[in-house]
T-cell receptor, first 112, second 113 residues
Framework: TQLLEQSPQFLSIQEGENLTVYCNSS?????LQWYRQEPGEGPVLLVT?????EVKKLKRLTFQFGDARKDSSLHITAAQPGDTGLYLC????????????FGEGTQLTVNP | NAGVTQTPKFRILKIGQSMTLQCTQD?????MYWYRQDPGMGLKLIYY???????DKGEVPNGYNVSRSTTEDFPLRLELAAPSQTSVYFC????????????FGDGTRLSIL
């Protein structure tokens, strides 16, 4: 059972365009993390959100946690080729300790 | 800082062979994890450990074994390699607080032929 669904699975856009990636679940999570992974490397944390409705900004990236803490979104403004990578969302639960449930990922390609 | 170090980076095994994937971290983290990543499938938890001497199964533990004799090391053992175990394996470590990041190694790409 895939508890966290990400969409789209693949996204190819031109430099300067905006985009949004979604992470959805039917379950409530107590925290939600977004990671970015480049080829040949492990995922690296971008942000953690813990409060329903929370919005965090990281330069051109905006992350939002849904009010019900079942979904999250990542919005990138004016995408650049350096944003290319695999974006993974990961949810944590009170009952799971530090274990995370990962989504399948969104592969983003930003073309110059 | 080295962070999480995995060896080897690449390996090809024949069906039925055994091997150990090594993982060591220098951040004094209590929690360590092994994941596998298949194309389009995200990360699946194989085993995890909350401290030396304590290990537990994740989502996909069949065909694997782990041990945790020290805080730093968390090796993953494949006893009888099968083609279904062809994947990229990631080791990660973290502190106990769920909102803090998991720190990943660069992975071991394993092919079973």
């Amino acid at each position: 059972t895939q508890l966290l669904e990400q969409s789209p699975q693949f996204l190819s856009i031109q430099e300067g365009e905006n985009l949004t990636v979604y992470c959805n679940s039917s379950s409530v999570f107590s925290s939600l993390q977004w990671y970015r992974q480049e080829p040949g490397e492990g995922p690296v944390l971008l942000v953690t959100v813990v409060t329903g409705g929370e919005v965090k900004k990281l330069k051109r990236l905006t992350f939002q946690f849904g009010d019900a803490r079942k979904d999250s979104s990542l919005h990138i403004t004016a995408a650049q080729p350096g944003d290319t990578g695999l974006y993974l969302c990961a949810g944590g639960r009170e009952t799971s300790g530090s274990r995370l449930t990962f989504g399948e990922g969104t592969q983003l390609t930003v073309n110059p | 800082n080295a962070g999480v170090t995995q060896t080897p980076k690449f390996r090809i095994l024949k069906i039925g062979q055994s091997m150990t994937l090594q993982c060591t971290q220098d951040m004094n983290h209590n929690y360590m994890y092994w994941y596998r990543q298949d194309p389009g499938m995200g990360l699946k938890l194989i085993y995890y450990s909350v401290g030396a001497g304590i290990t537990d199964k994740g989502e996909v533990p069949n065909g694997y074994n782990v041990s945790r004799s020290t805080t730093e090391d968390f090796p993953l053992r494949l006893e009888l390699a099968a083609p279904s175990q062809t994947s990229v394996y990631f080791c990660a470590s973290s502190s106990p607080l769920r909102t803090l990041p998991q720190h990943f190694g660069d992975g071991t790409r394993l092919s079973i032929l």
